[in-house]
């Protein structure tokens, strides 16, 4: 039997978690894609060498203590405003890599006109969107992207077109927009999907270095809690029903 | 050498503001405001000092900008008028929780609703009782010339830094629209990212080095405990303001008998209705709230032993006037006189209000 010590060194290295991400535990539940993304996200700083320069915004939803876990500057936004404060930040510091991290109650509900007007502003920035069709911290409501017939606590028969709307499909109309560059939909589901995931991330804020205007990358995710599925069941439901609806790939790279 | 101008009220808070060194101004047309932000947009100040300028899509995005780049530690402002104001209480409430110090004009139109666009003084309340949710208190500023106007934003910027607290001036209709002359200020360099560091670094989100911590703007902290301590801190900080901070004017009060509390536009009123009042014999006097949080409430206090009565003049239905009667506390008569909806007293109506109210009264 080896000891512990001698497995332990590095040439035998084959992971290391990235010093940005902090040593904090995260409140995320098990199987939630927050905790991926994160990861994905403080891996690219690191890689990129700007954790000087990153100013991130969080939102108010699940991910408002994203503070907690990346070791950079941050600003906590109120509901749905972190593209306004991500205006100020990216013409007040021209040189930053402004990123905010947003849910779809934030984004695509509250946030709707901030949103709408930094892109079309181009402003200089990283949007990171993730849409899991839920309002997972207050307790799995109803959100702008809940799928027709979804059940949540305030869908509790599923959500009917007639009383609720549509899903809003809000990255293609951000795709419309003069002011994005980039507009990606990506998941987190197979070691695949977050290797592809992460190269969009990278590929996102390298455009702020090229000035290239907004790019908006949403994360198809899942919500195990809110959804009261498993994390395996998620990610399978996931496919199954979200992909047809908000489908994976590049909608605009320029 | 000094430097005057006939100018407006409104315009000449967008000339104080680029001579102050301000970093950037967001905001959104609003009448009787709109020439804060024409006035930018025509001097074009990023040319000159770099000093951002941005028509946001909204009131609501205005003030969140205004908390972006008040947390990167700069100075940063916003304007508006009553219902935008309105809009902007949410954002104003995140910057008093998250300290972060900055700069909101207010030049007041009559409410509630859409209103007017015409002058009154009847947000007091929403700007010294805290418009927005939970326990805050802003640094509000009432300026009575279009020279305060200019005065009063470095002097806004200079106590916002100073406690990290949002100051706000509190203008009207009357003051944003009329032209004087004003003395401008001396121009102030812009203070450069290095000196943004030494300044604010211990809290402003400039980018995270290795030799500190990370800087979080954030106005969450959801232990109760420690949020209750936070409240605490800033409860310290709102007294020290109010030992440390009050101004406040005294006109034709050695002799006097009765006395007008009045602030910006209504404390001009009364100046004229002192003029008509002696000339017929009534020995009245002004005192002229400059800081409106904190208030002057001792100086109301020592007032109330020397006079027979007091009227408070507002253009509101009567929201000073509480803060009159809780610093007298029932030792002489306090009345409230005021036209509002837009409306604009005479001076001659103030001083028969004087004498109905509280002469004969």
Redesign the interface.
């Known amino acids: 039997m080896s000891d512990i010590k001698d497995i332990i060194k590095d040439e035998n290295l084959v992971y290391k978690k990235t010093k940005v991400l902090t040593d904090n535990v995260m409140h995320y539940c098990p199987g939630c894609s927050h905790g991926v993304v994160h990861k994905l996200v403080a891996e690219v700083i690191e890689e990129m060498g700007i954790q000087e320069k990153t100013i991130g915004i969080s939102p108010v939803g699940c991910s408002v203590l994203a503070y907690n876990y990346l070791d950079i500057d941050w600003q906590e936004a109120a509901h749905g405003r972190a593209p306004a404060l991500a205006t100020a930040v990216n013409r007040l510091h021209p040189e930053k890599y402004v990123f905010t991290y947003q849910g779809d109650g934030d984004l695509a509900s509250i946030g709707t006109a901030e949103i709408m007007h930094a892109c079309n502003r181009g402003e200089n920035i990283v949007v990171i969107f993730i849409n899991n069709a839920i309002y997972g911290m207050t307790g799995g409501q109803m959100a702008p992207t809940t799928l027709e017939g979804m059940k949540t606590a305030t869908s509790p028969y599923g959500r009917d077109i007639k009383l609720n709307g549509h899903p809003l499909i809000i990255t293609e109309l951000i795709a419309q927009l003069p002011g994005t560059s980039y507009v990606t939909r990506q998941a987190v589901h197979t070691p695949a999907a977050v290797r592809k995931c992460k190269k969009a991330i990278r590929k996102a804020f390298e455009n702020i270095g090229q000035k290239k205007g907004t790019s908006f990358v949403e994360v198809v995710s899942t919500c195990n809690s809110g959804w009261k599925l498993s994390p395996v069941k998620s990610n399978e439901w996931m496919v199954e029903n979200m992909f047809p609806v908000y489908k994976p790939g590049d909608l605009k790279d320029e | 050498m000094a430097e005057y101008k006939l100018m407006k009220g409104n315009e000449v808070i967008a000339e104080a503001a680029i001579r102050c060194g301000c970093?950037?101004y967001?905001g959104y047309p609003i009448t009787p405001q709109s020439e804060i932000l024409e006035t930018l947009t025509l001097r074009q100040p990023w040319l000159e000092t770099g000093m951002?300028v941005?028509q946001?899509?909204?009131e609501?995005?205005?003030i969140?900008?205004?908390?972006?780049?008040a947390?990167?530690g700069?100075k940063?402002m916003t304007s508006s008028s009553s219902p935008g104001i309105s809009l902007k209480q949410?954002?104003i409430t995140?910057l008093a929780g998250?300290e972060l110090p900055c700069l909101v004009v207010n030049v007041v139109r009559g409410g509630p609703g859409l209103g007017t666009i015409q002058p009154a003084q009847s947000d007091y309340f929403q700007s010294v009782k805290g418009g927005g949710h939970g326990d805050y208190k802003l640094i509000v500023l009432a300026p009575a010339s279009v020279q305060e106007m200019n005065d009063f934003v470095d002097l806004g910027f200079e106590l916002a830094f100073k406690y990290r607290n949002p100051a706000l001036i509190l203008s009207d209709g009357v003051i944003g629209q009329m032209m004087e002359k004003v003395k401008l200020s001396p121009v102030k360099p812009r203070w450069t990212n290095e000196e943004v560091i030494k300044l604010n670094g211990s809290w402003a989100?400039?980018?995270?080095?290795?030799d500190r911590p990370?800087?979080?703007?954030?106005?969450?902290e959801l232990d109760s405990a420690r949020q209750e301590q936070f409240n605490h801190k800033l409860q310290a900080k709102y007294k020290e303001i109010q030992e440390k901070e009050v101004r406040f004017e005294k006109i034709a009060c050695d002799d006097a008998e009765y006395l007008f509390v009045a602030y910006g536009s209504s404390s001009r009123i009364c100046q004229k209705a002192i003029d008509l009042a002696r000339e017929k014999g009534i020995k009245v006097g002004l005192l002229r709230p400059i800081t409106l949080f904190p208030y002057p409430t001792k100086a109301i206090q020592e007032m109330a032993e020397k006079v027979k009565g007091i009227l408070a003049v507002e253009m509101s239905a009567g929201q000073m006037v509480e803060d009159v009667r809780l610093a007298v506390n029932g030792k002489v008569k306090v009345e409230h006189f005021g036209r509002f909806g837009g409306m604009i007293p005479s001076p001659n109506e103030v001083v028969k209000a004087l004498e109905d109210l509280i002469i004969k009264g």
């Open positions: 970093d950037a967001f951002v941005l946001a899509e909204s609501v995005a205005a969140n900008m205004v908390y972006g780049g947390a990167c700069k940063v949410e954002g995140y998250a989100t400039t980018g995270k080095t290795a990370r800087n979080v703007a954030t106005s969450l």
